[in-house]
Structures are given as structure tokens and as C-alpha cells.
């Protein structure tokens, strides 16, 4: 079993950066795969980014490829996802995952669940 808790939120103004950050206790960290989430109200929760248990493979979903980047330290037992170039429509709740299996790209692929980070970007 691990836990997760993001941070690194806040508010942005378009075109600008933020850096999440996940940080595992609890078991070993390098032995999930993790994944980023949002969900924007209203909306159902959507996948972001993933990257596989020892950070070999990432993939991304088409919204944000090209401006995020998945990434994590298994010796700080930490992941990241650095997020440039913002732009409104990327405000959300942010949710770090994790999972034993193998990456996936849909929310029911993760047992565990942080609590999430609020991204908000200006226009």
C-alpha cells in the first residue's frame, strides 16, 4: 500500500509553469506505476500523463503532449509533472496515482489516490 500527496498548485497566468509534485510513503515506490489526473468542475476526471515504474516509458494524453513532462525519483520516492506553457483550460484539480500493475490511461487502472492540487491559470 502507498499514499500520495501532491502540491506545487496554484495559480498561474496563462503561458507560465508549475511543477506538481507526488510524494509516496508508505511501500516501495519504484514498484508502481504512477499517473496524472485533473478533473475541472463539472467534468469528469481525465487522464494526463503516466510513466512506467522505473521511468523508462511515458506517455501522454494529446492536450498536453508537447507541454507537460512525467517524470520521478525513486530515491526521493517522489514523482513530478512539470507543466508549461498553461493555458486556461488546464485549470483543475490535479491528482497524483499510483499502481503495482502495469501504466494505464484510464483512472480505474490506479488503486491509490492522492488528494489532489488545484491548478488554476489565468487568462
Known amino acids: 500500500q502507498v499514499h500520495l500527496v501532491e502540491s506545487g498548485g496554484g495559480l498561474v497566468q496563462a503561458g507560465g509553469s508549475l511543477r506538481l509534485s507526488c510524494a509516496a510513503s508508505?511501500?516501495?515506490?519504484?514498484?508502481?506505476?504512477m499517473g496524472w489526473f485533473r478533473q475541472a468542475p463539472g467534468k469528469e476526471r481525465e487522464f494526463v500523463s503516466t510513466?512506467?515504474?522505473?521511468?523508462?516509458?511515458?506517455y501522454y494524453a494529446d492536450s498536453v503532449k508537447g507541454r507537460f513532462t512525467i517524470s520521478r525519483d525513486n530515491a526521493k520516492n517522489t514523482g513530478y509533472l512539470q507543466m508549461n506553457s498553461l493555458k486556461p483550460e488546464d485549470t483543475a484539480v490535479y491528482y497524483c496515482a499510483a499502481d503495482s500493475r502495469t501504466m494505464a490511461t484510464y483512472a480505474r487502472g490506479y488503486a491509490y489516490w492522492g488528494q489532489g492540487t488545484q491548478v488554476t491559470v489565468s487568462s
Open positions: 508508505g511501500s516501495t515506490f519504484s514498484s508502481y506505476a
Open positions: 510513466i512506467s515504474t522505473h521511468g523508462g516509458k511515458t
